[in-house]
């Protein structure tokens, strides 16, 4: 059985995101999608991305985790 990582993109209202641009990348393992996202999430950000969840097999792993700096 293989597992299936995912990220669950959020804005600001904290409603999930989907569409265009907002990739649906499934992972093999945790690391593969942590090291995914630490290269990305800037490009995230700039698309309005506010925070992300990180998911194996639907079941959420953590997060939200916010993409912006804490003031």
Do not use: C, I
Request: hydrophobic content about 40%; glycine content about 8%; charged content about 20%.
């Amino acid at each position: 059985m293989s597992d299936a990582w995912t990220w669950t993109y959020l804005d600001a209202e904290a409603n999930e995101m989907t569409g265009e641009g907002l990739p649906t990348t499934v992972f093999p393992s945790q690391s593969d999608a942590e090291n995914w996202f630490g290269e990305s999430w800037h490009e995230l950000a700039a698309k309005g991305v506010d925070a992300v969840s990180l998911y194996r097999d639907g079941q959420l792993v953590y997060g939200p985790m916010a993409l912006q700096p804490a003031e």
